[in-house]
């Protein structure tokens, strides 16, 4: 099994993950132009009633299943390993098969009565055997991340990604002829496609992997004889880290889906048009998070790769691994998501004319900027809280944070001069509030102090990055204002890069590690 360093592995996420995002791109420009408007809809109302089953299914089985493998490997307990993936294998199937069962049976009350169109039906039946597969290729993927070995989930990601452009576009081109909902669905059957082959990827590496671990199995059974044998694996042991993770991200989607009923309600009460408030909420979560969630890749990559390497250390009780890496995780957060949130509040409205030929949508996100390196921060420490088996504190600080966001909304977007600004501000508090609850929590739990020079460091860095983006974007004599901007960034970037140099943010031994992964 190969077993890859804390900071490659995070790489190789992040690569797989900056892929993804840019192919992610084609169908979303395609696909309109195969089955129109209209077929979108059709092909996207299904989803949010499907991801909250597949949340209950699978969301906090990856993390369980890393957590329980890395701190077996830990003690060279092999045939726990095995027993750990054969439990979760036979738990999430069977819930995936249930629900499975239960959506294609209640399928046209649920597209009928809930979805309010009926021709979603076919989208929605051809969306049901996603379920078993994601799943699978959860438990496996947690696996992988336990072990250190994230190459299988980056390829996996990719072949998905690969195989459901091509697929979605496909199936939904050949079933145009028959209507607009067969299309729809012919989409849908795409994504399934790619999630089947994703799938196929991950079982592909794990009979690789088991052909080489013989070796190591047999030493494994030779140090248990010495030691007095296998510890027992319960079926509780799992699910006392996958419910809170679960209840989290529960938390999260209903947080969500409250969020998008009460924004609408209170712009009706600050007398908003509803088509106006509309569109003003699609202009928030469809322009502005888009932008202000672009750094995820990193902090995603960063929040996986700690689970395992975290569990390890807790479990050889080594405090000195689990700052080092903790410190690590927050400090590439900083360095890398500092430079987003730089362009985010300096080229805002340049920005978003370019992106979206809509200026105006750079206010939003000139309010959001300041808090995007609370949100990067957010990964890696829930991650941390994850792997040090206090998911419940993770549970309660998104909860607070979720039931201040909700009564923010209510009170601040219902007043006429704030409106859908006041739901921004929400937002903002939202994301500030849990950042410090997770840091507060952590602190509490390891004693844990991040030093404040790289804080100071950084935001120099920051600041001079800031100035030259200013400087070059409102000098009216230098080119059009689209080279104004393309030379911003890249000036600006390019200062950035110089001083988290000369500031020794990021040394000799951070690029030694990603060049030459082979070293530690």
């Not at 909902?181 to 990827?201: K, P």
């Not at 989607?253 to 969020?259: F, G, I, K, R, V």
């Amino acid at each position: 099994m190969t077993k890859q360093s804390f900071i490659k592995g995070t790489m190789i996420l992040l690569a797989a993950g900056i892929v993804n995002r840019i192919l992610g791109f084609i169908p979303r420009i395609a696909l309109p132009r195969v089955i129109g408007a209209e077929g979108v809809g059709l092909y996207q109302l299904g989803y949010p009633f499907m991801i909250v089953i597949i949340t209950i299914i699978s969301s906090g089985v990856p993390l369980a299943v890393a957590k329980l493998v890395a701190e077996a490997e830990s003690a060279n307990e092999e045939k726990r390993i095995r027993s750990i993936l054969r439990v979760s294998l036979f738990l999430t199937g069977v819930l995936s098969i249930l629900f499975t069962v239960f959506c294609i049976w209640a399928a046209p009350w649920i597209t009928s009565t809930l979805i309010t169109d009926s021709r979603v039906i076919y989208t929605f039946l051809s969306m049901c055997p996603i379920l078993p597969i994601v799943a699978i290729s959860a438990v496996y993927r947690g696996y992988f991340q336990g072990r250190q070995n994230m190459i299988p989930t980056a390829a996996s990601q990719v072949v998905e990604t690969l195989v459901r452009i091509v697929a979605m576009l496909a199936f939904a081109y050949l079933l145009l002829p028959y209507g607009l909902e067969w299309a729809a669905a012919g989409a849908m059957i795409g994504v399934v496609t790619g999630e089947l082959f994703g799938m196929l990827v991950l079982l592909l590496s794990f009979w690789r992997s088991r052909r080489g671990s013989r070796t190591s199995s047999a030493r494994s059974a030779s140090d248990l004889a010495k030691t007095g044998g296998l510890r027992p694996f319960r079926i509780s042991e799992l699910l006392q880290i996958a419910i809170p993770v679960t209840a989290s991200k529960l938390v999260g989607s209903t947080s969500y889906l409250l969020e998008s009923i009460l924004i609408a309600q209170s712009l009706a009460v600050a007398g908003v048009a509803t088509a106006l408030a509309t569109a003003q909420y699609g202009v928030l979560q469809g322009m502005v998070i888009p932008i202000l969630l672009m750094p995820g890749a990193l902090t995603y990559s960063l929040s996986v790769s700690l689970v395992p390497t975290l569990s390890e250390a807790a479990a050889r009780g080594d405090m000195k691994t689990i700052h080092k890496r903790l410190h690590q995780s927050l400090r590439l957060a900083l360095v890398t998501g500092a430079p987003f949130a730089v362009i985010m509040l300096v080229l805002a409205e340049p920005l978003c004319y370019f992106l979206y030929n809509n200026a105006e949508v750079g206010k939003m996100l000139q309010m959001m900027a300041p808090v995007a390196l609370f949100l990067y921060f957010q990964g890696p420490l829930q991650a941390t809280l994850q792997a040090l088996n206090h998911p419940g504190s993770a549970l309660m600080n998104t909860f607070v944070g979720a039931v201040v966001k909700l009564a923010l909304i209510v009170f601040l977007a219902s007043k006429p001069q704030w409106g859908i600004l006041g739901a921004v501000i929400a937002m903002n508090a939202n994301i500030f509030l849990v950042t410090m609850l997770h840091w507060h929590s952590i602190s509490k739990l390891l004693r844990f102090r991040m030093q404040s020079v790289h804080f100071v460091k950084t935001g120099l860095a920051a600041l001079l990055m800031g100035l030259s983006c200013y400087a070059l974007m409102h000098q009216p004599l230098f080119g059009t204002p689209l080279v104004r901007f393309m030379s911003a960034c890249a000036v600006g970037t390019l200062v950035y890069l110089i001083c988290i140099f000369m500031l020794k943010l990021v040394d000799r031994s951070d690029l030694t590690r990603i060049s030459w992964p082979g070293k530690k």
